[in-house]
């Protein structure tokens, strides 16, 4: 997908910088295409030596000049950021927020009538152009947008479609997700201690282990139980590893841990 017209940041921090990289590297749009506000000189410096994107240290030349603007502010700035440019967003133009916790039905009481908004949760892994990314459109997105700012979030990873009352769920599973797997992957690497390997040596495993499971259940149209049931041989080592994981509540630990994040995610918004 090309997209015409240009894209415009209001915010150039880390997560902004993963979508630059990403679309230009899909090649969605050209550098001379992107614009990012961000009010650190040392930050605009970086951005424009590093990607050639236009930079400027204040939002008016976005809000002119760009079709689609990513919202990458802070939760606590949004509202100032929208009323203070109110009068300048225009019909014509997408608003896609990637600020957490932020609804739709806040961003559509602080623009004028019929904006066209989407609010997307992207997780952690977007600095690796591997991102988990919740798409939720507001009452005046169109198809259209819906289509163009999956394409953006494609770019940085994998993309679905949901309405807005399951972004808890999406917070608590793929959001604080990152947080479980890094986890899991330091009590790996622990457990390789245990036994007598080297941390080199059993980071190296753990690390490769969890990427190429992974890589294999994303390739594989099997449910993941046939995929473990693949590793697993009658009396053999694994199934006696898997019979401590459960009888120490794993599957129960980890509904547990992603209910209690959607719960507090819910307790956040409101």
Not at 16 to 23: L, P, Q, S
Not at 104 to 113: N, V
Request: proline residues 4%; glycine residues 8%.
């Amino acid at each position: 997908m090309k997209i015409e017209g240009k894209i415009g940041f209001i915010g150039g921090g880390q997560m902004g910088e993963a979508m630059i990289r990403g679309i230009l590297q899909a090649k969605l749009v050209t550098a001379d295409q992107i614009l990012v506000m961000d009010p650190a000189d040392s930050r605009r410096a970086d951005l424009s030596a590093q990607y050639s994107v236009g930079v400027h240290d204040q939002a008016a030349p976005i809000w002119s000049e760009c079709v689609i603007i990513i919202l990458a502010v802070k939760p606590q700035i949004m509202e100032k950021v929208l009323e203070d440019n109110r009068e300048m967003i225009a019909e014509t133009q997408l608003l896609i927020s990637i600020a957490a916790g932020i609804t739709l039905s806040f961003l559509e009481q602080h623009t004028p009538a019929n904006s066209r908004i989407i609010r997307v949760m992207p997780n952690t892994p977007a600095l690796v152009l591997e991102a988990a990314s919740a798409l939720s459109a507001g009452s005046c997105a169109t198809p259209d947008d819906i289509a163009t700012a999956t394409a953006i979030f494609d770019a940085i990873g994998r993309t679905v479609l949901v309405d807005e009352c399951h972004l808890d769920a999406v917070t608590g599973l793929s959001g604080s997700g990152p947080a479980y797997v890094f986890t899991f992957i330091e009590a790996l690497i622990d457990a390789g201690l245990r036994v007598g390997l080297s941390r080199p040596v059993a980071e190296i495993l753990v690390k490769q282990t969890v990427l190429g499971a992974t890589k294999l259940a994303m390739a594989s149209s099997d449910h993941p139980a046939q995929l473990r049931a693949m590793v697993t041989s009658p009396g053999g080592t694994t199934i006696a590893g898997l019979h401590e994981l459960e009888s120490a509540g794993f599957t129960g630990i980890i509904m547990s841990a992603v209910e209690a994040a959607t719960k507090r995610s819910a307790e956040l918004g409101s």
